[in-house]
Structures are given as C-alpha cells and as structure tokens.
C-alpha cells in the first residue's frame, strides 16, 4: 500500500488549502481514510477520518465546521478542504488508511499505512 499526499503550501490566516491523497497497490472499496497532522515539538493527532462502508465522518473539536474529508473511490483518493486556516493549523498533514473501521478512529496506532506528509504553513 502507498499513499501520496499533495497540496500543502503556504497559506495566510483565513484561507484555504485543499490536500489530496491517492492510494495504490490494491482494491480499497470499503477501506477507513483518514488525516492525522504533527506540528514541530508534538505528537501527532487526529484531525479527520472517513469511515468506510458508511461513509460517516468524525472530525477534531479544533477543524469542526472549518475543515471537510470527502473521497473519490473510483480515483481511491480522499480529499481534505481546510477553510478557515490558522496559524495553529500549521503542520506536516498525513493521510492514512485502514481496511476497518476502529471506534479508536482518534488513535494513530490503529493505523498501520502512512503517507510521508505535506507540509501547511499558516502565517501572514
């Protein structure tokens, strides 16, 4: 399994960025897709996850209402819109990708594939 995100970049506070991240090297139908980011001097946390199957999604308490995770099976990609930037979003943003839904969905060790990440600065 491989995954390759893409869109980072520099943004202002308030803006937008929209990452991409495209999954290869089997079927993925029914697969979890998720974000994780890490910021310099801390751990990495959760920030979106789309669940498989259901579709259902759980977000951050920090990107409720500003950020959005949504997917294109037939492209195995899953997107994340970040709206409403700040610099507190600033971090190497991960996506991941698990072939069932765990209720830990929060924890990055229920996760065993990741993509090498893509950077997003926030500042002005």
């Known amino acids: 399994v491989q995954l390759q995100a893409s869109g980072g970049g520099l943004v202002q506070p308030g803006g937008s960025l929209k990452l991409s991240c495209a999954a290869s090297?089997?079927?993925?139908?029914?697969?979890?897709m998720g974000w994780f980011r890490q910021a310099p001097g801390k751990e990495r946390e959760f920030v979106a996850v789309?669940?498989?199957?259901?579709?259902?999604?759980y977000y951050a308490d920090s990107v409720k209402g500003r950020f959005t995770i949504s997917r294109d099976s037939a492209k195995n990609t899953v997107y994340l819109q970040m709206n409403s930037l700040k610099s507190e979003d600033t971090a190497v943003y991960y996506c991941?990708?698990?072939?069932?839904?765990?209720?830990?969905?929060?924890?990055?060790?229920?996760?065993?594939?990741w993509g090498l990440g893509t950077l997003v600065t926030v500042s002005s």
């Open positions: 090297g089997r079927t993925f139908n029914g697969y979890t």
């Open positions: 789309l669940r498989g199957g259901t579709r259902a999604t």
């Open positions: 991941t990708i698990r072939q069932n839904f765990n209720v830990q969905y929060w924890d990055s060790k229920q996760y065993y594939y």
